[in-house]
C-alpha cells in the first residue's frame, strides 16, 4: 500500500491505472468504512482511499478542530483491508490559499446546490453540503483524471442526503463517474457506525440505537398504511424528545428525488438527526411500498 500525500505523488502513482475505485474519507475509520473498501475491492480496480477532514465543509460552531483524527490507525486498516493507495493531503495541498490560523479555506470558487442542500442535515448545517460537493469535486478530479477509463466513487448510505446530492451532482456536470452506494454498517444494537459514536457518553451510547429504533416504527405505521406523515414525523419527535433527545428532523420522504412524502411514492426512505447531549447522530431506512 502507498501512501502519497501530494496531488503531484498521486498523479504519478496512478498514471498506470485503467481502473480506479475510490472511497473518499475523513478518517478515523471504523468497521463501516474498511466495507467501503471492501465494496472497492470487488471492482478489479485500484483502490484509492483519501483521508482528509475537510474545514470547506464544518461550520463555525461544529466539531472540525476536535473532529478525530487517527491516521496512524486508519493506514493499518487500510492496509489490512487491502487499499492500494491512500491520499492523505494536508489542508494547504488541497486548498492552495488556505489560511492555517483561521481554518478559512478561501476557496471562492464553490458548488451551488440545489435547495434540497438547505433542508434535513442542510437546516441544521448552512453551506456544509456546499463545502462536501466542492472537496468531492475537487478529490475526483485529482483520483480519476490521470487517464483512468474506469472511474468508480463509493459512498456510504449512512449518508443519505450526501449520496443523494453527489449522484445529482455527478448527472448534472457530466462528470463520467459512476456513483456506488455502500449499506450502512450497525452494531449489533443497530446504532448505525460512525466516527461521531466516539463522542458518546457510555449512557449516549446504550441510547444512541433508539433513533435507528424509532426510525423502524415509522417504516412499520407507513408499510401498515398509515398516510398522515407530517403527523407520524410528530409523534416520533416528540417520542424522543421526552426521551431527552433534542432532534433536528424526522422526515419521511421521496427516495427517489427526497421531497417530501406523498401518496402516490413507493420508494421512501425516513431520515432522521437528533443530538445526544452534544452529538448529532444520523441515520435512514429506505424502503419499497407495494403498489395498491
Ligand atoms: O462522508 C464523508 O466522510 C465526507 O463528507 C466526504 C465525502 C469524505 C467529503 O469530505
Known amino acids: 500500500m502507498q501512501v ?3 496531488a503531484h505523488a498521486l498523479s504519478q502513482a496512478l498514471a498506470t491505472q485503467d481502473a480506479i475505485a475510490f472511497v473518499p474519507t475523513m478518517g478515523n475509520l471504523h468497521a463501516g468504512h474498511i466495507q467501503l473498501v471492501e465494496l472497492a475491492k470487488t471492482k478489479n480496480a485500484c483502490v484509492v482511499v483519501s483521508i482528509f477532514v475537510n474545514p470547506l465543509q464544518f461550520g463555525a460552531n461544529e466539531d472540525l478542530s476536535n473532529y478525530p483524527r487517527t491516521l496512524d490507525a486508519d ?70 483524471f490521470n487517464g483512468a477509463k474506469t472511474r468508480v466513487a463509493i459512498f456510504g448510505k449512512k449518508d443519505f ?18 456513483i456506488i452506494a ?20 457510555s449512557a449516549q451510547k446504550l441510547e444512541a440505537p433508539r433513533l435507528y429504533r424509532a426510525l423502524g416504527l415509522l417504516v ?24 431527552g433527545w433534542v432532534v433536528d428532523y424526522i422526515s419521511i420522504r421521496s427516495a427517489e428525488t427526497l421531497l417530501p412524502a406523498t401518496n402516490a ?28
Open 75 to 144: 493506514l493499518e486498516k487500510l492496509k489490512a483491508a487491502g487499499a492500494d493507495i491512500v491520499f492523505t493531503p494536508s489542508e494547504q495541498e488541497m486548498y492552495p490559499d488556505f489560511d492555517a490560523s483561521t481554518h478559512n479555506t478561501h476557496q471562492s470558487i464553490t458548488i451551488n446546490l440545489p435547495s434540497v442542500a438547505n433542508e434535513l442535515c442542510g437546516a441544521a448545517r448552512p453551506g456544509h453540503f456546499s463545502g462536501m460537493a466542492t472537496v468531492v469535486l475537487k478529490l475526483f478530479n485529482l483520483v480519476f
Open 265 to 292: 411514492d413507493l420508494k421512501l426512505v425516513v431520515l432522521g438527526a437528533a443530538r445526544q447531549g452534544t452529538t448529532r447522530l444520523i441515520d435512514n431506512i429506505e424502503f419499497t411500498l407495494k403498489p395498491n
Open 220 to 243: 412499520d405505521a407507513v408499510k401498515q398504511g398509515r398516510t398522515d406523515f407530517p403527523a407520524l414525523e410528530t409523534q416520533t419527535t416528540q417520542f424522543l424528545t421526552q426521551l
Open 182 to 201: 455502500g449499506d450502512t454498517r450497525r452494531e449489533a444494537d443497530g446504532l448505525a457506525m460512525s466516527s461521531r459514536n466516539g463522542y458518546l457518553t
Open 161 to 178: 442526503q450526501q449520496l443523494f446530492i453527489i449522484r445529482d451532482m455527478v448527472k448534472q456536470l457530466n462528470l463520467p463517474i459512476e
Open 4 to 6: 502519497v500525500k501530494t
